[in-house]
């Protein structure tokens, strides 16, 4: 019944604001930490933004300063908050979970900055 789900996706100008949401599930304990990822068209995946079970946060460099990761309730995931957002950060967002050596996903929320 382990489950993980990414919400929010869409399309937005440059200079505009979108905030990503990751339900997770199921899980018995509480997981070691919750990530976003994503990946554009042609290009691997990369490592966007992270919050560990201390709260600890940690940020790509692209992203740093414009986009916030938090939690609401731990049992309930965590959101992504995207500032100031540019055509580079045009992708496919993914929502991961470690938790006891595993990794978890969601299915990915398409988000489309363009004029």
């Known amino acids: 019944q382990v489950q993980v789900v990414e919400s929010g996706g869409g399309s937005v100008q440059p200079g505009g604001s979108l905030r990503l949401s990751c339900s997770a599930s199921?899980?018995?304990?509480?997981?070691?930490?919750m990530n976003w990822y994503r990946q554009a068209p042609g290009k691997q995946r990369e490592f966007v933004a992270g919050?560990?079970?201390?709260?600890?946060?940690d940020y790509a460099d692209s992203v740093k300063g414009r986009f916030s990761i938090s939690r609401g309730d731990w049992k309930n995931g965590v959101f992504l908050q995207m500032n100031e957002m540019k055509p580079e950060d045009t992708a496919t967002y993914y929502c991961?979970?470690?938790?006891?050596?595993?990794?978890?996903w969601g299915q990915g929320t398409l988000v489309t900055v363009s004029s």
């Open positions: 919050l560990t079970s201390r709260r600890k946060t």
């Open positions: 991961n979970v470690n938790y006891a050596g595993a990794d978890y």
């Open positions: 199921g899980f018995m304990f509480n997981v070691d930490s």
